[in-house]
């Protein structure tokens, strides 16, 4: 269970930078 949650952890991190990542290219494709 405790290796399932450091899973679900990784899995909500990379979501995380996934979303920054494509707000930050969205940004600059309006603004380029």
């Known amino acids: ?3 399932l949650k450091q899973e ?3 899995d909500l ?3 995380k ?3 920054e ?6 940004f600059c494709y309006n603004y380029s």
């Not at 990542?21 to 969205?26: A, I, M, R, V």
């Open 13 to 15: 991190n990379l979501l």
């Open 17 to 19: 930078q996934i979303f």
């Open 21 to 26: 990542g494509s707000k930050t290219t969205s």
């Open 1 to 3: 269970f405790r290796h």
């Open 8 to 10: 679900l952890e990784i």
